[in-house]
């Protein structure tokens, strides 16, 4: 790959992270949301392509946890049953 993509493609991922938590902060988006999470997914994607495009393998690992951690909350947002109500059965006559 030419050093300028692989550049490209570390900047692009700063951006999803920074601007992630940008949106956390100023509370424009939740931070257990589907936004926050999948914005943080998207950047650790790039930086696991950005580490391995230059070897950098402390950050190649981070980033396979990390993408490991997004995964399962999100499948939890997406997948798992909400609880709802207060968990007491309601038996109407």
Do not use: C, H
């Not at 257990?32 to 495009?53: E, M």
């Not at 993408?67 to 207060?86: H, R, T, W």
């Amino acid at each position: 790959m030419g050093k300028i993509f692989v550049e490209a493609i570390g900047w692009l991922a700063t951006i999803f992270f920074l601007s992630g938590y940008y949106l956390v902060s100023r509370k424009k988006i939740p931070a257990d949301g589907k936004a926050f999470n999948l914005i943080n997914l998207f950047g650790a994607i790039l930086y696991l392509a950005y580490s391995i495009a230059n070897q950098i393998y402390p950050l190649l690992v981070f980033e396979i946890i990390f993408i490991i951690v997004i995964a399962k909350l999100l499948y939890g947002i997406y997948f798992e049953p909400k609880e709802s109500g207060s968990g007491i059965l309601r038996v109407e006559n």
